[in-house]
């Protein structure tokens, strides 16, 4: 069961991971990555990032070149919220395939 506190993390976290996510998509036209969920440790020690990317194509390679540059990603996060939180968490980048997975099963369904 998610605390009240960690759940205020994880909005926060989310709102402000999927800010810098759309500052550095803008250079890159045509992908679209969105931050579909985001799950913080008790501890608040640990962040769990889910990613929804587009094209789904690309998926592997951007969420690689994502877990290259965590810290860095890490860094302009714990800018964003230093005022609302003592210690950024470390971060964690997971691919959420559950839109790809939605289609297939609707493809199935028409068939």
Do not use: W
């Not at 919220?81 to 369904?109: A, E, G, T």
């Amino acid at each position: 069961m998610e605390s009240t506190r960690q759940a205020k993390i994880s909005r926060l976290l989310q709102k402000e991971l999927s800010e810098i996510f759309r500052q550095q998509t803008a250079k890159t036209h045509g992908t679209l990555v969105s931050v579909s969920i985001v799950r913080v440790s008790p501890d608040l020690s640990i962040a769990k990032v889910y990613l929804s990317i587009f094209p789904s194509e690309r998926s592997q390679e951007l969420l690689e070149s994502i877990r290259n540059n965590a810290k860095t990603i890490r860094y302009e996060l714990a800018q964003k919220v230093r005022f609302q939180l003592r210690k950024c968490p470390d971060l964690s980048f997971y691919l959420d395939d559950s839109l790809d997975y939605i289609d297939n099963i609707d493809k199935l369904l028409t068939k």
